[in-house]
């Protein structure tokens, strides 16, 4: 009988330390939410849009590029073109983007000194099927192949890469030894970073997937590249307050985490799905440039970048210009 009360106790004591957590870190997101965004914190021309696979396969046209133009107004200096995904040796096929030479030269015609960037992704699993980082041979040529096709840089987007995986590290030394002398950007999307040391850890032994990376390894990524987009959707909170709060937290850590030297941007929802780790209601453009706002300090390579341009409402592009073009 004293045993099943002292098991009783234990649970009871481990059940109320966890609400105790869960409640601290809602509460702790609500008090970031808090606060008036300085006057100061608004585009330096240096955002971005990912746009979709339609621009480079012959299903965009003059027309499109125009309204693009429009939308986007004044802020936005980089473009991430979906021209993958890579096969899983690693290879890329031409067939995929019969009109990359176009977008490149129309986009330079209509926003000068615009960078067009190739999108380049897969699945990622060494044990397959999936691609292998460890084939740098063949990923390598993948991105001279698009830089070939007149792109002005690389968008890199594996996923999952877990925190602290030496052969993605390894990869970009290599892919910016060759941007380097193409003089092209290099750019990766990368992950959340743990908002608490050692949660990350949690998160790949429950899920198998790296939700989270370490402050060190975002800052050993970034001094790799020349870009960094941080995907900061996809958070499972159901209140817009909560997920500004969260992205406060998050473009917070980044800057910390990211050189200055390197062009640092935050990714906006501007997709409307409804599922287990994504509430359209909540994750709204609206609410991740208020997180931003908030966090924003003045940096000079900062910026963010609208994720998707084919999911976007005229409410996405609405809120872009009123709270971060002209706030």
């Avoid at 000068?112 to 190739?118: E, L």
């Avoid at 992205?247 to 501007?270: F, H, K, M, N, Y």
């Avoid at 599922?275 to 994750?283: I, K």
């Avoid at 924003?296 to 409410?315: E, N, P, S």
Wanted: aromatic share 8%; glycine share 10%; with cysteine.
């Amino acid at each position: 009988m004293g045993a099943r009360v002292w098991a009783l106790r234990l649970v009871t004591t481990a059940l109320l330390a966890l609400v105790g957590c869960v409640l601290g870190a809602v509460g702790g997101l609500w008090v970031n939410d808090l606060g008036y965004p300085s006057a100061s914190a608004r585009t330096r021309q240096g955002d971005a849009v990912w746009l979709g696979h339609a621009w480079v396969d012959g299903r965009k046209g003059p027309a499109d590029v125009s309204a693009l133009v429009k939308q986007m107004g004044g802020g936005v200096h980089d473009l991430f073109v979906h021209t993958g995904p890579l096969r899983n040796d690693g290879t890329l096929d031409p067939a995929l983007y019969p009109q990359a030479s176009w977008l490149v030269a129309a986009m330079h015609k209509a926003v000068p000194g615009i960078r067009v960037q190739a999108w380049l992704g897969d699945v990622v699993d060494s044990e397959g099927p999936g691609l292998d980082l460890t084939r740098t041979d063949r990923i390598i040529g993948s991105f001279r192949q698009a830089l070939d096709a007149g792109f002005d840089g690389i968008h890199i987007d594996f996923e999952p890469v877990h925190s602290g995986d030496q052969d993605f590290l390894d990869l970009l030394e290599q892919a910016h030894v060759l941007t380097a002398e193409r003089d092209a950007v290099l750019s990766v999307s990368v992950p959340q970073t743990e908002p608490v040391p050692g949660i990350h850890l949690l998160g790949a032994v429950l899920t198998g997937h790296p939700k989270w990376w370490t402050t060190g390894y975002l800052s050993e990524v970034a001094d790799r590249v020349d870009q960094v987009a941080v995907m900061a959707y996809d958070s499972g909170l159901p209140l817009h307050s909560l997920f500004s709060g969260y992205v406060q937290q998050q473009t917070r850590l980044a800057l910390q985490s990211v050189p200055s030297s390197v062009d640092l941007l935050i990714g906006l929802p501007a997709y409307h799905e409804d599922n287990a780790v994504h509430h359209a209601s909540a994750e709204t453009v609206g609410a991740a440039l208020r997180g931003v706002r908030l966090a924003d300090h003045g940096r000079l390579k900062f910026g963010v970048a609208m994720y998707v341009d084919f999911a976007a409402t005229d409410a996405d592009w609405a809120a872009y210009h009123r709270d971060w073009l002209d706030p």
